[in-house]
């Protein structure tokens, strides 16, 4: 056996260069212009929190690029919800985690990101009101020519997303709500209590646990005896009728419900009948 020390899946950044995660190259399908792209993935532990895959795409052919994050465990079992109050630069660089599942909210301008509207991602505080910003004013150069109202009043917004970030700005909330458990705000003191972040846990509802494909035991075996209730249930037909066509010269033939109706799996019915219903 080889004397060289076997190293976790999940490794640190930084430290030791002898401890730093792989990076596992995988060519993969660019879906922007279907040409072969790279794919990046990278295996790692961020301190404090768990383990996490960090995933890049870029196409050489087309220059597309795309970030996600994903965790690499199994869903927590509760969810998690951070408030922060920010307060200066130093807040605006903590690092953020976020998975598809989180949802962020500004109470004082009323912004919010609804969950699985963005992929997963390491960011900061800063950099999700960066990209906020970068969303909202995408198209406004063709807003202020077809819709000039609507490209002044999202200006207006813009610049009070922007003013969270200026120095001196006034103290705001941010608020990050996850259902899979899989965000994390991080520390700047740890492991001290952190003086402007709280985090609290919560239970999951039953719709929150099927928003997560987590079923109870009891759950799935309805499901499956509703299924097969389904499956096996077949459509009676009686007193099958066929009326006399509106023609006086054409006669059609009548079946009452006393009369005899062939299966496939009656002895006088055709052979090709019975070696279809044995198919």
């Not at 608020?175 to 402007?196: K, M, Q, T, W, Y």
């Amino acid at each position: 056996m080889s004397g060289e020390s076997k190293q976790p899946l999940f490794r640190p950044l930084g430290g030791d260069p002898d401890a730093e995660p792989e990076v596992t190259e995988i060519e993969s399908l660019c879906m922007n212009c279907h040409e072969d792209g790279i794919t990046r993935l990278l295996l790692t532990r961020i301190p404090y929190y768990k383990n996490v895959v960090v995933m890049s795409f870029s196409c050489e052919h087309c220059g597309y690029q795309n970030n996600e994050l994903q965790p690499g465990g199994s869903v927590a079992e509760r969810g998690v919800r951070w408030v922060l109050r920010v307060e200066g630069a130093g807040d605006l660089n903590r690092q953020v985690v976020k998975s598809d599942y989180t949802s962020v909210r500004i109470p004082s301008l009323d912004f919010e990101i609804p969950a699985q509207s963005q992929k997963g991602e390491v960011t900061t505080v800063e950099g999700i009101v960066a990209r906020a910003v970068a969303g909202l004013t995408q198209d406004q150069a063709a807003r202020r020519l077809q819709h000039p109202e609507d490209a002044r009043a999202i200006d207006e917004y813009v610049a009070k997303l922007e003013a969270l970030c200026q120095p001196g700005a006034e103290p705001w909330t941010l608020e990050l709500d996850d259902i899979s458990g899989n965000c994390f705000l991080e520390n700047p003191v740890a492991p001290r209590a952190d003086p402007r972040a709280t985090c609290t846990q919560y239970t999951r509802s039953r719709d929150q646990d099927h928003a997560l494909g987590i079923y109870s035991s009891d759950e799935v075996q309805c499901t499956l005896l509703t299924t097969a209730h389904d499956d096996t249930e077949c459509p009676r037909i009686e007193n099958l009728s066929l009326s006399e066509g509106s023609d006086p010269n054409v006669t059609t033939p009548s079946v009452s419900s006393d009369e005899h109706l062939l299966t496939p799996l009656d002895p006088d019915a055709m052979p090709y009948e019975r070696l279809a219903a044995d198919e």
